[in-house]
Nanobody, 124 residues
Framework: VQLQASGGGLVEAGASLRLSCVGS????????MGWFRQPPGKEREFVAH????????VYTDSVKGRFTISRDVAENTVYLQMNSLEPEDTAVYYC??????????????????WGQGTLVTVSS
């Protein structure tokens, strides 16, 4: 599975961005898909994930109500819509995928496939 993330950029606080993660080698409906981020000088952290049937989405508390994870099976793409961006959202964002069920999906070590990362910078 190869993942290609895009959509990052420099925006002001309060703005919106939509990140995309295009998958190849396997359809996203057969994978647990997620987004992580790594702020400058910090560890990689969980942001959101979406179940194989897209019936379940989970978010870290700091993005609830602002970010939405979704997918388009026809495009084999997973999205992260980010609204009301805050300077604290500044990070490199990574998409991730795994064919396995995860007991602790918030742990980055549990995920198998990773995209290359896209930088999001939010100015105050």
């Amino acid at each position: 599975v190869q993942l290609q993330a895009s959509g990052g950029g420099l925006v002001e606080a309060g703005a919106s961005l939509r990140l995309s993660c295009v998958g190849s080698g396997r359809t996203v409906s057969t994978l647990l898909m997620g987004w992580f981020r790594q702020p400058p000088g910090k560890e990689r952290e969980f942001v959101a994930h979406i179940s194989r049937d897209a019936g379940t989405t989970v978010y870290t508390d700091s993005v609830k109500g602002r970010f939405t994870i979704s997918r388009d099976v026809a495009e084999n793409t997973v999205y992260l819509q980010m609204n009301s961006l805050e300077p604290e959202d500044t990070a490199v964002y990574y998409c991730a995928a795994t064919p396995f069920g995860l007991r602790v999906p918030t742990a980055s070590v549990a995920w198998v496939h990773w995209g290359q990362g896209t930088l999001v910078t939010v100015s105050s």
